[in-house]
């Protein structure tokens, strides 16, 4: 998932790849691309309506106009980041393949740029070695694969990867029913290798100097419900209320910011909202007061409960999540920081001993 233009996706590629050059410093790291597949039960999904982005230009013209830049221009400006060549790399003739992490195994989603590949189950590749790591299903269940009738492939291609690791319980109740053992469970690698690693990129930024509220998404995902709220906590603490990632509905102001620059301005925010996973755990590595909306699944909606929840009662921040209302979850400010890094040490020293151990 490294050329999807967000930045969990830029930044789980990145941390992947930097923990494993210091596990192994003599290791040629590329990135080899998957191909989209078929779209399996479900219609193919193309985008937003466009009378959506008629209603955001009508709206706010200069922010929906940055946003579109900010995307239409993500993969020039930062995938370099991860020398990326231009075209894609579908070459598997490598001593060791890790597939993950990210929704890898998300295969029953119904967006036409991913569908059903099976390139992300390793299947036809010509690698030594197959490997996973925090590899997940997201919203697809093991009902779901049985119902498209690809459980059985889907399961006869994880039991040709040598070595089996997922992020979240999800997968891994999936995988051993699939295959019959219980993979492991490892920490998304933004977890994994930390903040402290883009220090330098983040000291050298600045943040506006005007007090504000963050909001990181996916554009139009936010309610009319959940804005006003944001907007009655913010007006009460005179804070500005501003997004990246996705342009936000009575913002403020959206800001086109690079990658670390986001990194930036969550930790400089007086307050986060967010409804992404890396949202999450971007604010949570910072200790950031965050409220955190978990969606679910139902009338065809693409729904993140599943990661989201099994993400926060692992770093121990579930009873935050529970608080049902934004504001609720900020006046708490129930996360128990000093426990999750306790947490999160064990977590890293699992996945550097997985990762030297499939690279040895």
């Known amino acids: 998932m490294h050329r999807v233009a967000n930045f969990g996706s830029l930044f789980q590629a990145m941390s992947l790849a930097r923990l494993i050059g210091e596990i192994r410093p003599e290791a040629r790291v590329e990135f080899i691309d998957y191909r989209p597949g078929a779209i399996v039960g479900g219609e193919p999904k193309h985008g937003s309506p466009k009378w959506r982005h008629i209603g955001e230009l009508a709206r706010d013209p200069v922010d929906y106009f940055r946003y579109l830049s900010h995307k239409a221009l993500f993969s020039r400006r930062y995938h370099s980041l991860l020398r990326l060549p231009a075209k894609a790399n579908h070459q598997t003739s490598v001593d060791l393949q890790i597939i993950g992490s990210d929704e890898v195994f998300n295969c029953l989603q119904d967006n ?29 269940t093991l009902r779901r694969l049985r119902d498209a009738g690809i459980a059985g492939q889907v399961g006869d291609d ?71 709220e944001i907007r009655d906590y913010a007006a009460k603490r005179k804070l500005r209320v501003l997004s990246i990632g996705g342009v936000q509905v009575d913002q403020d102001r959206y800001i086109d910011a690079s990658p670390f620059e986001a990194l930036a301005l969550i930790r400089n925010a007086a307050a986060v909202v967010t409804d992404t996973f890396h949202g999450t755990i971007f604010a949570a590595l910072q200790h950031q007061r965050v409220a955190v909306i978990a969606r679910g699944s139902e009338g065809g909606a693409y729904g993140n409960a599943e990661k989201l929840g099994y993400l926060m009662e692992m770093l121990g921040l579930g009873h935050s999540m529970a608080i049902p209302s934004i504001t609720g979850q900020l006046e708490s400010q129930t996360m128990d920081y000093a426990a999750m890094d306790r947490k999160l040490e064990v977590a890293r020293a699992e996945s550097r001993d997985y990762l030297t151990r499939i690279l040895a």
């Open 158 to 228: 994880l039991r040709e990867i040598e070595y089996l690791s997922v992020r979240d319980a999800n997968s891994a109740e999936i995988v051993e029913e699939l295959i019959g053992y219980r993979p492991l469970i490892h920490v998304d690698p933004v977890l994994a290798y930390g903040i402290s690693g883009y220090e330098r990129e983040i000291a050298a930024l600045e943040s506006p100097r005007s007090p504000y509220l963050l909001i990181y998404g996916y554009p139009h995902r936010l309610s009319a419900a959940e804005i006003l």
């Open 112 to 140: 036409v740029r991913v569908g059903y590949s099976r390139d992300l189950f390793g299947f036809d590749s010509r690698a030594r070695r197959l490997a996973t790591y925090a590899a997940s299903f997201g919203n697809t």
